[in-house]
């Protein structure tokens, strides 16, 4: 690959850039055309426990720098990102597919939540109550909570890492960050970054390793981890949770989804044609928000899977380098498999595909409309993280708030309506931790982003992210009256 002095192939812990013992790699591959672009170390569980400890050391150090001194720490960091946007992008997009536009955009906003929580160190402020006895005075204080561990997923290379440690770095957290085993080499060039930025030894650590399973067992079991961050799958996420018992570890969880995007028949179809776009091929389908099942009310259903089958048709599919290409590819075999399996069983149950259906080469899969789709389809029930959109049918506002909390997911939801009483109701109504109301995008790092149900729990980003990473202290003074 052309040079790029932010590719780092070596593990990040305790100031150093380290190698595995055992001297094993895994290879790091482009999606788009399949070659290899790197190996990076396979850390073992034993390596990951040393990482562990050098955090734990690092710990009160960097607990007792003033809040200004770890903002300013941040301020370096985030200049560093922006002035390296260019570069980051393109790791981002060779190892993980995503289009060079929207690899620029994830760089932004990956670095939008460190200079968000740069801001935020200087008001993690706690409050002073108002005692119940004349002798007491009673004042909240919020501290760091210790080590914090952060397990990303690969659609977001960047911008995960940034929403989790910005907000424990602030607090005078430590880190220590698993990268995903498809996408590292984005996450080691920002840990490169946190190193000219000038974070102390043990304060930011990255470690990469192919041992998913014994590692994210280490990170939950481990006490000196005092809390664990993870986004990824809903499966996953219980199999932390029940690992984070035995520590009873704090957690943030950041799961599947299975979105709707409700279009009433009051709605500015062109708008919502628009917002179904942007939220189902970002990514080329492959983010948690992304929208999964479209509904739309009946008299305008015909006239909407027209237009949005037009739009769809007009995407342009390639390798994400060439800056016009719209939709990259998926990220692996097993993603492709999974569309393939959606879309057969959606077409075997009557699904009408107005636009794509089908596998192209490599890892590409052209974006497909399924009209007619019915509740019994595997994609009304599951994710399918990939360019597939089928459109449901209602004919009422309560038959579509039923159809769009029929799962047992709850993180992002949208509706298009022009009527604002019906706008409330809809968006009362939706059991979502997320609502888009004529709006397809809705991430930003200064609103609160989470779900409910088996999406998770915890919030990231926004005012609310801080007191996810830090405790709070109740301290009571007694005896105040007497001199
Ligand atoms: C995700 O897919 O997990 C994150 C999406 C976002 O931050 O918008």
């Not at 591959?29 to 390596?47: C, F, H, K, L, Y």
């Not at 009422?396 to 708030?401: F, H, K, N, S, W």
């Not at 888009?436 to 995008?441: S, T, V």
């Amino acid at each position: 690959m052309q040079q790029n002095n932010l590719i780092k192939t070596e593990a990040y812990v305790n100031g150093k850039w380290l190698k595995a013992t055992s001297g094993k790699t895994f290879d790091v591959t482009n999606p788009a055309t399949g070659e290899v672009i790197a190996a990076v170390p396979d850390m073992s569980r034993e390596e990951v426990r040393q990482a562990i400890d050098a955090a734990d050391r690092a710990w009160p150090a960097y607990r007792d720098m003033t809040a200004k001194e770890r903002s300013a720490l941040m301020r370096r960091w985030f200049d560093l990102i922006m002035e390296h946007k260019e570069e980051l992008a393109r790791i981002m997009t060779i190892e993980s597919g995503k289009v060079l536009t929207e690899s620029l955009g994830e760089v932004s906003y990956g670095a939008s939540f460190v200079e968000w929580f740069a801001e935020e160190a200087k008001r993690a402020y706690g409050d002073v109550i108002p005692p119940p006895t004349k002798d007491r005075r009673l004042v909240v204080i919020k501290q760091s909570i210790g080590v914090v561990a952060a397990i990303t997923p690969w659609n977001f290379p960047l911008a995960m890492i940034t929403r989790k440690v910005g907000p424990a770095l602030v607090a005078g957290s430590p880190v220590l960050i698993k990268p995903p085993s498809e996408t590292p080499l984005t996450g080691l060039a920002i840990a490169a970054l946190a190193e000219q930025a000038g974070f102390p030894p043990g304060v930011y650590n990255t470690i990469t390793t192919t041992d998913s399973k014994g590692i994210g067992k280490e990170l939950c079991e481990n006490p000196k981890v005092r809390k664990l961050s993870f986004t990824g799958s809903t499966p996953v996420g219980k199999v932390l949770m029940s690992q984070c018992a035995s520590t009873l570890k704090k957690l943030s969880l950041e799961l599947g989804g299975n979105a709707p995007f409700i279009v009433f028949d009051d709605a500015d179809v062109d708008a919502a044609v628009k917002g179904a776009i942007v939220s189902k091929f970002r990514h080329n389908g492959q983010t948690c928000v992304c929208v999964n099942r479209l509904l739309v009310q009946e008299k305008i259903y015909d006239e909407f899977v027209e237009k949005f089958s037009r739009a769809v048709a007009e995407l342009k599919i390639g390798n994400g380098l060439d800056k016009s290409v719209q939709l990259g590819p998926l990220i692996s075999e097993k993603a492709i498999e999974k569309v393939t399996e959606h879309v057969e069983d959606a077409v075997s149950k009557g699904a009408r595909v107005t636009y794509g259906g089908e596998r192209m080469k490599g890892l590409f899969y052209k974006p497909t409309v399924l009209a007619d789709a019915t509740a019994d389809m595997i994609i009304a029930r599951e994710e399918v993280f990939g360019p597939v959109a089928p459109v449901f049918r209602f004919s009422t506002e309560d038959e579509a708030i039923k159809m769009a909390n029929d799962t047992q997911y709850g993180l992002a939801s949208y509706f298009y309506s022009q009527d604002v009483n019906r706008c409330w109701r809809v968006a009362e109504a939706l059991e979502y931790g997320m609502v888009g109301i004529n709006e397809g995008l809705i991430s930003t790092e200064v609103a609160p982003f989470g779900g409910i149900k088996e999406s998770g729990f915890g919030r990231e980003g926004s005012k609310y992210g801080m007191d996810y990473f830090m405790e709070i202290k109740y301290l009571c003074f007694g005896g105040v009256d007497k001199p």
